[in-house]
């Protein structure tokens, strides 16, 4: 089978990374947002239930060149979802054109559908009442060349499951994972997020940490699709659950000047089964001190969208800058969209990296502090 993995722009190399980790395989190359392999049903079910900052794992069922609709309904009918698709198949056709002859979205999908059900009249399915399961299935076209592929996470990769209630400008969990992996913390060092709003990254990094796969509490589409996948799934949930390390100490603090904010937090970190592993409490950031050495810092500070917050928006800067200057080796990862924050925060950052937060162009930018000394 061919599996694809899809990230967000700035992301892919984080993802290859675990993927590398995960399946054990090198060289995987990423293209336009997507890493392929060819891998197990194992596999899908592994990459669903471990990955921190993939967006979807989907299976590639058909490639094939498109430039107009008769191309699209050719190439969609001649892939195999009767070898997918049950009786009762409940079809959702999603479609993205890019530098194509093609470009009407809807029309392509509404052209991919009837092709599908075509295909399935044709191998004995009859007319669909579409009651059953969910099946999403993606026409991407990208340079008049189409992927058909079916997707098997159902809700993105980001929808953990302990985030019902919504913050102020939350994270997505897929960002906040690969913010940590991006940078130098290790369990052992202490871990502060001084604006953590509704908690994201102290969570993420204590599921890292205590080794709680990122979608054991959640369900994914393809378990519902057969008895198989089902048992597939429940299998290595099972056996996660045994590898997941409570025990391991470690230190993780979120800061945030709202109180309701917090509340989320530690909700959050409630129905994530990690509230009694992280301190949450209420600072100001100007306020922020720690005795500790060898900090890690990750966070996304406010950037305020209007012109009117700009002033305040710069204070709040220029006191994290202050309070970080007097920790002693602390490393910082600072996320966030305002272009002058080196100046504001009052020092160079080492490394610099593009990532987007939702549509919003930011800069990832890490202020590194000394290692540890190897003991
Ligand atoms: C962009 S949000 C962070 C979102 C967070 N990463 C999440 O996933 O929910 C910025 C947060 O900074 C907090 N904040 C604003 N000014 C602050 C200050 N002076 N000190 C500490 N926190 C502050 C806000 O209350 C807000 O929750």
């Known amino acids: 089978m061919k599996i694809s993995v899809s990230a967000s722009s700035g992301v892919e190399a984080v993802v290859k990374r675990e993927l590398s980790r995960l399946v054990g395989k090198e060289d995987l190359a990423a293209i336009n947002g997507r890493i392929t392999f060819d891998g197990s049903e194992e596999d ?65 999908q509404s052209v991919a559908k009837k092709a599908i059900c075509e295909r399935l009249k044709e191998r004995g399915y009859g007319d669909l009442k579409e009651d059953g399961e969910r099946y999403r299935i993606e026409i991407s076209v990208h340079k008049d060349y189409a992927t058909v592929t079916l997707d098997t996470s159902g809700e993105g990769l980001h929808r953990r499951g302990y985030r019902g209630l919504v913050g102020e400008a939350p994270l997505k969990e897929t960002l906040a994972a690969a913010m940590i992996e991006l940078s130098v913390w290790k369990s052992e060092r202490t871990l502060c997020d001084a604006f953590c709003g509704s908690g994201t990254i102290p969570i993420e990094a204590c599921m890292i940490a205590k080794n709680i796969p990122a979608g054991i509490n959640r369900k994914f589409d393809f378990e519902e699709w057969n008895p198989r996948y089902k048992s597939i799934i429940e299998r290595l949930r099972e056996r996660a659950k045994d590898e997941i390390d409570y025990k391991k100490e470690v230190k993780i603090c979120g800061f945030d000047i709202d109180e309701k904010q917090l509340s989320l ?48 928006i710069e204070k709040i800067y220029r006191d994290y800058g202050k309070a970080f200057s007097a920790l002693k080796d602390w490393s910082a990862y600072t996320l966030t969209p305002v272009t002058d924050f080196e100046r504001l925060f009052g020092r160079k950052a080492d490394k610099k990296r593009k990532l987007y937060n939702g549509k919003i162009e930011c800069c990832y930018y890490a202020m590194l502090g000394a290692p540890p000394k190897k003991t």
């Open 265 to 312: 937090a530690r909700k959050h970190a409630a129905i994530a089964g990690v509230e009694k592993y992280i301190h949450f409490q209420r600072a100001d950031v100007k306020d922020f001190s720690s005795s500790d050495r060898y900090g890690v810092m990750i966070c996304n500070p406010p950037y305020g969208e209007r012109l009117s917050e700009r002033h305040e």
């Open 44 to 108: 899908i079910a592994k990459c669903n239930l471990y990955l921190r900052s993939a967006n979807r794992v989907g299976i590639i069922l058909g490639e094939f060149k498109a430039e107009n609709f008769d191309d699209i309904f050719d190439g969609v009918k001649s892939v195999d979802f009767e070898n997918y698709l049950s009786r009762r198949a409940k079809i959702d056709v999603t479609a993205k054109c890019v530098q194509s002859k093609i470009y009407a979205i809807s029309a392509t």
